[in-house]
């Protein structure tokens, strides 16, 4: 059945992009700005230096997204940041678009906030159109323009929230993101740096998974856009120990290469704080393999499931893990059950197949036959001690096809020779990882 009315939407958005080229032929209106190189060097002489604002994570004239798990404590990071940048005479605009004033007021029962700390949140009288985002932005944009300073920070809490939709629309995505560039350079334009920071949730972490630029939820145009993102977890050690993961930085900073540790904790006066108390690898602070293991156990078993009621590794991983990217993980453990129950991998099956062999052909020097799994661990062995490729790169890939040939003569089927290969990789330290059309052999 066709669906009228999804038809007619995409009707009437070409109609509004096809007036509105028109428009821009007939009113002479551009989407680029094209001037002499000489200009452009004039105008950034005439904008102030770029400054960090905290370490590197943080760099005035720049839109820098947060990310983190939800109850993480995200909110009271974006706090104290705003407290700090207050009080080095930079006006903090703090557009708080979910938590209400008495969470906040219990948060921090007994602390004066610096003037120079400003709060928004949605004001329920107005009714002019109704809460949109471009009702939202065109008053965020008003606030700052009509208070004093050159160096304004925004904060925005948080990007769902300022949208009124998902993050995962690309449509949306885009308009928030390109708003907030365009309002940025209006402040280069004008010598002034406009720094904004916007909160962001996740996707699904898989615990003791390290944070990538894939956990921040929403349309991959929100890393496009964003000039610095910065990912902020909970350490293992310790639930009031959280840390701050630098992911991707734009301009001329360097990308910390460790996470810096935050103590979360309330003063004498019942006011909640965090305390910097050092850099250390990321790792030290993900749950141990010992203390992980009950979980991931369940979670094996639970893929191995889904895996015989027909689930594909990509579904399994969604729900599993929150996302697509850990098909391999998935792959892997289901192959492990797999060697568990099949019979072929026992061991007294491996050592009663070379004794036929022996015993078949006393001659053999290697009393190993063609249709023995042991056979197919000698020829991996071989090639781990022999292919140049590998030793140079500590990875290597095979081929379905290279995998067909080697088997073509004997009863070993394409599952068994990927379950012996997983089995015989993971006991020299490497992941073998199937794919439709490949296998690639990379370290743990």
Known sequence: MIDSGHNTGIIENKLRQSVKSLVNRETGARTTRL???????????????????????????????????????????????????????????????????????????????????LRADLDPDFNEGGFNFDNIFKSIKSDIE???????????????????????????????????????????????????????????????MPLELNHLSGAKELQN???AIIGFGQSAQDPKLKYLKHLKVRGGVELHQQVLLLQSFNDVEG????????????????????SDSGQSSEMMHTAYDMHKDGHSYSVISQQLF??????????????????????????????????QAKEANPESTTGIVRDSLAWIEKRLDEW?????????????????????????????????????????????????????????????
């Open 271 to 290: 006011n909640h704080d965090f305390k910097e108390v050092g850099w250390e690898d990321e790792k030290l602070h993900l749950p141990s393999k010992a």
């Open 35 to 117: 001037k002499p190189l000489n200009k452009w060097f004039e105008l950034a002489d005439n904008q102030p230096e770029v400054e960090k604002l905290f370490h590197n994570f943080i760099v005035s004239g720049e839109i820098t997204v947060v990310f983190g798990d939800t109850g993480i404590g995200k909110t009271l990071l974006a706090y104290w940041l705003g407290f700090k940048f207050s009080r080095t005479q930079r006006k903090v605009f703090y557009y708080c678009l979910e938590m209400q004033e008495k969470q906040i007021r219990n948060r921090y029962p007994t602390l004066v906030a610096p003037d120079d700390f």
């Open 322 to 355: 929150g996302n697509e990217n850990h098909k391999g993980t998935v792959c892997k453990w289901i192959q492990k059950i797999k060697c568990r129950e099949l019979e072929c991998l026992n061991d007294e099956e491996g050592i009663k197949q070379e004794q």
């Open 146 to 208: 009509e208070s004093d300073g050159d160096k304004p920070v925004l904060i925005l809490d948080n990007l769902k929230a300022l949208s009124l939709a998902s993050m995962k629309d690309n449509e949306i995505a885009i308009k928030v993101m390109q708003a907030l560039k365009k309002l940025i350079n209006e402040y280069k334009e004008k010598g002034k740096w406009l720094t904004i920071i916007v909160l962001s949730h996740v996707n699904k972490i898989g615990k003791g």
């Open 225 to 227: 856009f964003a000039d």
């Open 384 to 444: 781990l001690q022999t292919d140049q490729d590998f030793k140079m790169n500590k990875s290597g890939t095979f081929t379905l096809k290279n995998i067909e040939s080697l088997i073509k003569d004997s009863s070993i089927t394409v599952e068994q020779f990927d379950i012996t290969a997983n089995k015989f990789f993971e006991q020299n330290g490497l992941i073998y990882t199937v794919k439709p059309l490949t296998r690639d052999i990379t370290p743990f």
